[in-house]
Every structure is written in C-alpha cells, then in structure tokens.
C-alpha cells in the first residue's frame, strides 16, 4: 500500500466517501506510484517517453519472437541426437539464460516497459525449468524397457503408481519456485497466472498421490474429489492473497480464484446428487454476492451470478417439467431482478448521504476534491498500466 495520499484522496477518506482500499485502486490507475515531480509536467520530455517505450517494448518481444524461433529450429534438428540428459541439460541452460535476461532487465530498466518484459523472461524460464524437472524425474523415476518389449510382455516394467503423480507435482513445483521469485522481483499479470497454473496442477497431482499412497487404490473416484478438494482451498487462498494485497492485480487474482472455487466445486460433487450439486452452487453463488456487497469488485457479483444461476437452472431442468418450469423461470428471474435492484439502492443512498454531508463543507465537496485529484494526476505522466 502507498503510504504517499495524494491530499485530494485523503480528504474523501476522511469524509467517508471513499474507502482506503478505494483510495488505493483511485491512485493506482492514476499513476500516483510514479516519482513526484520527477518531470516537469506538460513538458516534451513528459510526453514523448511513452511512446518510445512503447516502440522499444514492442521491437524487444519481436526480437525474443525471432531468437526463440531460431532456437527451437536449432533445437529440434539435433534434439533426438542429445541423448535423455543432453536434452534436459540444453533445456536447464535456456532455462538459465532466460533467467540471468530477466533479472538483468529489471535491474537496468525500472520503468513499467522492462518490468512487463522481465516477467515475460521470468514466466519463460519458469516453463524451460519445469521442463528440466520433469526429463530428470522421468529419467530417475521411470523403469526403462527394451525396445524389443512390447507392453503385453511379461518383463516389461510398470512404473509404482506413486511415480507418475510425484513428477506432476515436482515439474508444478519447479515451475512455481520460478515463478514466485519472478513474480516478487517483476510482478504482471501474466507472472501471476504463472503461478496461479502449476498451483492447480500441483493441487490435482498431490490428490492423486493421496489416493496412490493410500489403501483404497480401486477407487477411482476418490481421486479426482481429493485434488479437486485442495484446488477449492487454494482458490479461498487465491482470494485471500488478493484481498490482504500480497496480488497486486487484484482483478486477475479475483478472476482465479473465483475459477478455482467452481473448478473445485465441480470436481468434488462429480458423483453428487443434482439437488445436492445444484445446492452448493446455490450457496457459493450467494457467499460470492455477500461478499461483492462488503465493497469488493465487480468478479464477486460475476461469480455470485453465474452460481446462483448454473445452480438454479439445473434444479430447475431436473425437477420441473412444463408449464410449471417455465412459470417457476420466470419467476425466480423476476424475484432476482427485484432483489438486485434493491440492492443498488441501498448500496447508492449511503453514498449520497454521505456526499451530500461533505458538500456542506466547501474544503471537502466534490468540485474542489476533483480538481485536487486532477493536480495530483497531473504531475505523473507515461502512464503505463498492468
């Protein structure tokens, strides 16, 4: 959080208009973490910079477009000829090298251009290291048959059933480490979706560990429902790293999730009932919107919706049949109209109140807070979001 209020946002803190988290998503979107008066504002050096970091970003990934092509060609005309730890050698390297660029990037260039690029490195190298992970484990872990075996052999050698489900975690794992560390040295949107996939896959493979170390091995069921399990935890941790700021993109880090919790939910109650399916997602979708109404975004409301509504109509095609289930339709839309519709009321007639208790007070009406916001604004140029 941005200890620096700019006076504008600070006075409608005070008066209640805003909320500090407000405050703090009002200054991020105008640029208030960019130095003050670091340029003088209106001048052609303040106006010209975002277009040349633009070119310069845009010629950089057409750059690494080319390289990366030139080296996978390279890669694929001798790849067979490299041998299992020849191959993962050339891919820990690469792996390495995109690295050092990234952490490179983000040391000389502090701008939000070298950040975005530095992440892209960082998400690379994360996938070439996960790649590296899994050629060793498989290499280590895997029985190595003889060509002139062919599976119905008696001699040939099946992997424990523990193997295949530790590589998936260890090649999620690997993959997250890196992309962690990217996330804290350049964090974007696309760093945090490089941690948010190897978080899922790692949470589906420890399910399936779970049950390959267990006792109850026939039961295929079991599987997919304890992965699915530790994927709906990890979307209520998802959530919960957004909202205490440890994410800064808190849209995307919304959006996750959200997806996780219903990924999750889907995959637990596969064998459910459809009362009792439908149900739980009646009850996420209203969880979802409570939350949306304590004063979080807009994923909430989406989220509650989608719920509220897949979880509705599928009791409805179920268990209603004709005119009734076309009557019952329209009327459970109609009651969840009338429902939002008081609900934006209530929600805007605080906010009038309390707009109206401040315009008594002329340091604090909403004329003069604007213009000291649009001061503020003024002094930071080259505005460069995500």
């Known amino acids: 959080m941005n200890s620096d209020m700019p006076a504008g946002l600070q006075k409608l803190i005070d008066a209640g208009t805003l909320t500090r988290e407000q405050a703090d998503a009002v200054q991020e979107a105008l640029g208030h973490n960019a130095p003050v008066d670091s340029v003088a504002p209106n001048s052609p050096s303040s106006m010209f910079p975002s277009r040349r970091a633009f070119i310069s970003e845009a010629l950089t990934y057409v750059g690494f477009v080319f390289v990366i092509a030139a080296a996978a060609l390279l890669t694929s005309q001798a790849w067979a000829g490299l041998g299992r730890w020849g191959q993962s050698g050339l891919l820990a390297a690469g792996a390495a090298v995109l690295f050092g660029a990234a952490f490179w990037m983000r040391m000389v260039r502090k701008d939000d251009s070298g950040r975005r690029l530095s992440s892209t490195l960082f998400v690379g190298s994360a996938a070439l290291f996960a790649g590296t992970t899994g050629l060793i484990l498989n290499e280590i872990w895997v029985p190595k048959n003889p060509s002139y075996l062919d599976a119905g052999s008696p001699l040939w050698q099946e992997p424990a059933r523990w193997v295949n489900p530790a590589i998936v975690i260890g090649v999620a794992l690997a993959a997250l ?13 696309l760093g945090q979706l490089a941690m948010a996939a190897p978080s899922a896959v790692m949470a589906i493979g420890i399910g399936q560990l779970i049950t390959a170390l267990g006792t109850n091995l026939d039961d295929v069921t079991s599987q997919p429902r304890v992965g699915f399990a530790i994927l709906f935890g990890g979307g209520l941790l998802w959530i919960a790293l957004e909202h205490y700021g440890y994410l800064h993109e808190k849209v995307v880090g919304q959006a996750l999730g959200i997806g996780a919790l219903f990924i999750g939910l889907q995959g637990v109650g596969v064998d459910l009932k459809v009362w009792a399916g439908s149900s ?21 409301l989406a989220g509650g919706i989608i719920g509220m509504f897949a979880g509705g109509v599928r009791l409805l095609v179920e268990y209603v049949h004709g005119t009734g289930g076309a009557l019952a339709s329209l009327g459970l839309g109609i009651l969840l109209v009338f429902a939002g519709v008081r609900l934006v009321n209530d929600r805007r007639e605080p906010m009038m109140l309390v707009q109206a208790e401040s315009g008594e007070d002329e340091d604090l009406s909403m004329p003069n807070v604007v213009k000291e916001i649009k001061k503020d604004a003024e002094k930071y140029n080259n505005i460069e979001p995500y």
């Open 280 to 300: 739980v997602l009646i009850v996420l979708g209203l969880g979802l919107l409570v939350f949306y109404l304590q004063g979080h975004a807009w994923p909430y």
């Open 177 to 189: 480490v890196v992309a962690v560390i990217g996330y804290l040295l350049s964090g974007s949107a």
